[in-house]
């Protein structure tokens, strides 16, 4: 064996080249493959803090709701169109971003809160626009939907088996309240012309439901279509 730097004969028991110094190689000794401390083509991943992010975005809407509430006091005196900037950014924020501040966000009981906010908001408006259309009109559309999202994510959350079953009865339900809603909305603005619009969802949910509702049923007719879907 001799050294590659030199080509000093060298012992079989050698390390090192006692003349150069050199490491010896011996092209007979396998070489342990080993991954490169760097990778190629990748850069280190920053960690980003989430209570961090969640304050950065907590002051992106907090900002605009100060902003705009100072430049309508000191135009107009008080809150005039301020609060409907207010109340959305506020709603967008619980529906969008308060959920984050929890490690465990339970959809239980944020869905009905959302639906509660949406229906606040409503309120406020009108109150500001002098209405009187949230209780004969905007206070059953928002809680019927309300009611009926939150029974879906609870029962799904809750129950491991029978979607078809939920999300089909919840098709028909919606398609239910349709006629409801437009008779509500007739009966609080004054329109007589009885039932038109919602006749289409009224059909195509009821169609949807009942599709889905066969399938849950039907297990032969459910496993051939999963087979031609995933298949």
């Not at 409801?180 to 439901?209: A, C, H, Q, R």
Request: glycine share 8%.
């Amino acid at each position: 064996m001799y050294c590659i730097n030199c080509g000093v004969k060298l012992a079989d028991t050698e390390h090192k080249c006692p003349l150069c110094g050199t490491t010896v190689y011996h092209p007979d000794i396998s070489q342990v493959v080993a991954d490169d401390l760097y990778p190629k083509n990748r850069r280190p991943v920053t960690q980003v803090s989430p209570l961090g992010a969640l304050v950065i975005i907590s002051c992106i809407f907090f900002l605009p709701i100060i902003i705009t509430l100072l430049c309508d006091i000191s135009v107009y005196g008080g809150v005039t169109w301020s609060g409907y900037v207010i109340f959305a950014l506020a709603l967008v924020y619980e529906v969008l971003v308060l959920p984050f501040w929890f490690k465990k966000p339970n959809p239980v009981i944020f869905v009905p809160c959302a639906f509660a906010a949406t229906g606040l908001y409503l309120l406020y408006i009108n109150f500001a626009t002098g209405g009187d259309w949230f209780l004969s009109f905007a206070f059953p559309v928002v809680g019927a939907i309300g009611l009926i999202v939150t029974a879906v994510v609870t029962l799904v959350k809750y129950l491991s088996h029978g979607k078809l079953y939920i999300f089909g009865g919840a098709l028909i339900a919606l398609g239910c309240f349709c006629p409801l809603m437009e008779f509500l909305m007739n009966f609080t603005f004054g329109i007589d012309k009885g039932l038109v619009w919602s006749l289409y969802p009224l059909v195509s949910l009821l169609l949807l439901g009942g599709v889905l509702l066969f399938f849950a049923i039907c297990r032969p007719a459910r496993e051939r279509v999963e087979r031609k879907i995933f298949i």
